[in-house]
C-alpha cells in the first residue's frame, strides 16, 4: 500500500543547531503539506504546496523556517536555527485531488527534541 | 476562522462497551470531515471521510456521522477493543480561499480495558 515517507524519524539537536526533514508523498498526490504537532494538542498547518508552488505559508516562522519542493514530489522542511520551543511532532501529508475535497493520508512523523 | 472542539478530552472504557465520541466545529460551510487515529508517537491514520453532502459513512465496526446545521460529528466505535486504544481527532477543511487545509481538534484519548 502506498504510504507517505519521512526521515529522520526522530532528531535530537542542541538550540541553535540547524536540522531538516524529508518527506516523499504518495505517488501522483499533487498536494504536500507539513504539519507541526506539540504534544497534546492537534496538528497545525505549517506550509502547503500544490506541485512546486507554496499555496500557504501563512503560520511558517519564516525567520527560521523554509521549506522547498523543488520539482513537486518530495520536500524539506529546515529549522535554522533551532530553539528550544520547535521541539515537537513534524508531519507531512499528501493529498490527490487539487479540488476542496481530498483525503489527507499522513506520514509516521519526525520528532523533534530541542536541547 | 474555524475552530474545532473534540469531547471528552480523554475516555476510558471496559473491552466490548459501545462508545461514541464527539466532535464540534463553529463555521458549517464546511465541503467535509475527516476522522483520524493516532497511536502514540506515530502519524495519523484515515478512519473515515465523510463528503458534505453525506450524512454518515461506515467501516467495520465504525461509523461516523455528520450535521453540518448543527456543526456537529460523532464517531461511533461498536464492541470495543483494547487495540482501539488511541488518539482520535477530526479535522474539517476552510470554508474560503482557493486551497485546501484542515483544521484539527485537540483530540481524544481513548483507553480501552481488557
Known amino acids: 500500500e502506498a504510504e507517505v515517507a519521512q526521515s529522520p524519524r526522530y532528531k535530537i539537536t542542541e538550540k541553535s543547531q540547524a536540522v531538516a526533514f524529508w518527506c516523499d508523498p504518495i505517488s501522483g498526490h499533487a498536494t504536500l503539506y507539513w504539519y507541526r504537532q506539540i504534544l497534546g494538542q492537534g496538528p497545525e498547518l505549517l506550509v502547503q504546496f500544490q506541485d512546486e508552488s507554496v499555496v500557504d505559508d501563512s503560520q511558517l516562522p519564516k525567520d527560521r523556517f523554509s521549506a522547498e519542493r523543488l520539482k513537486g514530489v518530495d520536500s524539506t522542511l529546515k529549522i535554522q536555527p533551532a530553539e528550544l520551543g520547535d521541539s515537537a511532532m513534524y508531519l507531512c501529508?499528501?493529498?490527490?485531488?487539487?479540488?476542496?475535497?481530498?483525503?489527507?493520508?499522513f506520514g509516521e512523523g519526525s520528532r523533534l527534541t530541542v536541547l | 476562522k474555524q475552530e474545532v472542539t473534540q469531547i471528552p478530552a480523554a475516555l476510558s472504557v471496559p473491552e466490548g462497551e459501545n462508545l461514541v465520541l464527539n466532535c464540534s466545529f463553529t463555521d458549517s460551510a464546511i465541503y467535509n470531515l475527516q476522522w483520524f487515529r493516532q497511536d502514540p508517537g506515530k502519524g495519523l491514520t484515515s478512519l473515515l471521510l465523510?463528503?458534505?453532502?453525506?450524512r454518515e459513512q461506515t467501516s467495520g465496526r465504525l461509523n461516523a456521522s455528520l450535521d453540518k446545521s448543527s456543526g456537529r460529528s460523532t464517531l461511533y466505535i461498536a464492541a470495543s477493543q483494547p487495540g482501539d486504544s488511541a488518539t482520535y481527532l477530526c479535522?474539517?477543511?476552510?470554508?474560503?480561499?482557493?486551497?485546501?487545509?484542515?483544521?484539527f481538534g485537540k483530540g481524544t484519548l481513548l483507553t480501552v480495558n481488557p
Open positions: 465523510i463528503q458534505s453532502s453525506q
Open positions: 479535522a474539517v477543511p476552510n470554508s474560503g480561499g482557493s486551497n485546501y487545509k484542515l483544521t
Open positions: 501529508a499528501s493529498s490527490l485531488l487539487r479540488v476542496r475535497t481530498g483525503e489527507l493520508f
